[in-house]
């Protein structure tokens, strides 16, 4: 298993004015990150129109979902909209997609949309790539899938380009390698082409009550101690060296954090970005 250069990502909602986004665009860039990724939920901005208006204020940085729920547009609808954002920014997005989370199912019902079964979901994420590469022509808009069951993983496999391993926050490091073997398996000839991705929730020692609330109750303690792949803390020197031990084992090089981190590990992402 080649590894891949890395990179990072900041996930940040346009939850403000404006100003305010545009401010966390700039700055995304200023600080070196890859990408400036934005969740999809009807209580914040439409993730596409937040993600038009960040790359219109930045030069380099790119731009990605994070990411569209199958349940909220029809395959073809969300074919649109990211292939709008792939002709406009410049080949600058891509393109996150999944499943969506249970509490979504209000949300589908609110825009006049089945909520359907776990397959049903997988197929319009499937369907919503086919719809993506058609309309894309000699253009190539990214795709990445947040992979967070064996369905999901060897769909992911066979179309996406970029995997988020999507665990628990209690998966093992030996299930999460578990996992990357079974997406590997499953690309076959395309294994070295995928690159895999992971979401950090926390960095350093604390967690913000809504990340604790995300992570079903569990606190920063409690997930260093249970060694935790959604946590990074310790210094500088640590953190690099943890992150190449994540690479070296699991094959993951583009990391993700959250905006409520993004000065904290921003000396993360100046050491290792590119190496």
Known sequence: MA???FRFGVVAAADGSGAKWQATARRAEELGYSTLLSPDNLNLPSPTASLAIAAAVTTT????SFVLASPLRTPRAAAWEAHSLTQL?????????????PTMRQAAD?????????????????????????????????????????????LA?????????????LTTRAEMAGHVEEIRAAAGTRADDLELSHNIFVVGDEAPPWISRFLGGLDAKTLIERDSLTVLNGDL?????????????????????????VEEFAPVVERLTGK
């Open 110 to 154: 609110e825009l006049g949309l089945p909520y359907g079964s776990g397959q049903d979901r997988l197929d319009q994420v499937s369907e919503t790539i086919d719809h993506v590469r058609r309309l894309d022509g000699a253009a190539h808009t990214p795709v990445m899938i947040a992979a967070g069951g064996p369905k999901a993983r060897r």
């Open 157 to 169: 496999a066979a179309k996406a380009d970029i995997v988020t391993l999507a665990g628990g926050a």
């Open 61 to 64: 940085l790119r731009v990605g």
């Open 237 to 261: 020197d640590t953190m690099a060296a943890e992150l190449e031990r994540r690479r070296d084992e699991l094959g993951v090089s583009y990391f993700t954090v959250n905006s409520a981190f």
């Open 3 to 5: 590894n891949k250069a």
């Open 89 to 101: 920014t410049d080949g600058r997005f891509e393109l996150g997609l999944g499943t969506g989370l």
